[in-house]
């Protein structure tokens, strides 16, 4: 899995980092989004993936495969 974030989309509700906090992580400055990982642990894919879902400015991309 990859992921990738569109950064200039992003409202700062901060819905992601609650889901995925490994991955996930908010700007002290602005509020919005950060990556922690793109390549996040497969432990964690399917938070991840429900991060994307749930992400009201459909910010989260995720791409599958590639481990
Ligand atoms: S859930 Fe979406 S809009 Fe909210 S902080 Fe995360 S990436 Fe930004």
Redesign the pocket.
């Given at each position: 899995m990859k992921v990738t974030?569109d950064?200039d989309?992003?409202?700062?509700?901060?819905?992601?980092?609650l889901?995925a906090p490994t991955v996930?992580d908010?700007s002290e400055d602005d509020?919005?989004?950060q990556l922690l990982t793109d390549r996040p642990d497969p432990s964690v894919h399917a938070e991840v993936r429900l991060?994307a879902a749930?992400?009201?400015?459909?910010?989260?991309t995720v791409h599958e495969g590639d481990s």
């Open positions: 974030i950064q989309r992003c409202c700062g509700a901060g819905q992601c980092v889901t996930f908010q509020g919005l989004v991060a749930l992400c009201p400015a459909n910010v989260i």
